[in-house]
């Protein structure tokens, strides 16, 4: 093997450290996943012998898009969500004390602590229009709108 064949694959082993340190820092991490379990990204990163070029320049690694996270309902106001048939319903609750969150139609009661947001993800199988409420305090913080396909 000769130098420049070592430098190359040298410079390929540090290229992919390098994205796998940028993968798993900037990767988000979404701790209020629907469980209430961590999410954790995985790089896998596989060298590839390079071939021999003409004078070029470095071609840009590919990054990662961050997934958004859900809307959050905190209870100021009647939040309107919206979606459609077949889709997933994700959004997010938090309260300044101790309270219930009831999703009305879909009868889903989720228990929410101060300064600990709770995720909500279900398949919309019905259609309508639902009342999402702090169940304690009888108050509606949400209307969840589900549209046919």
């Known amino acids: 093997m000769s130098r420049n064949q070592r430098l190359s694959f040298l410079a390929i082993a540090v290229a992919i450290a390098v994205v796998a340190v940028i993968a798993f820092t900037a990767g988000g991490n979404d701790e209020e996943d629907a469980g209430g379990a961590s999410a954790t990204a995985t790089a896998t990163a596989t060298a590839q ?5 003409s004078g070029g320049g470095e071609t840009a690694e590919p990054t990662a898009t961050p997934r958004p996270k859900p809307p959050l309902v905190t209870g ?3 939040k309107e969500l919206e979606f459609t048939e077949g889709e997933t319903v ?3 609750v938090s309260s300044p004390e101790p309270e219930e969150v009831h999703v009305h139609g879909y009868d889903i009661v989720e228990d929410v602590e101060p300064g600990q947001p709770v995720t909500f993800s279900f398949k919309a199988t019905i259609t309508g229009i639902f009342e999402v409420e702090y169940e304690h305090a009888g108050r509606q913080i949400a209307e969840l709108k589900v549209e046919p396909k």
Do not use: A, D, I, L
């Open 49 to 53: 012998p390079e071939e021999p070029s």
């Open 76 to 78: 100021e106001g009647v």
């Open 90 to 92: 994700r959004f997010r």
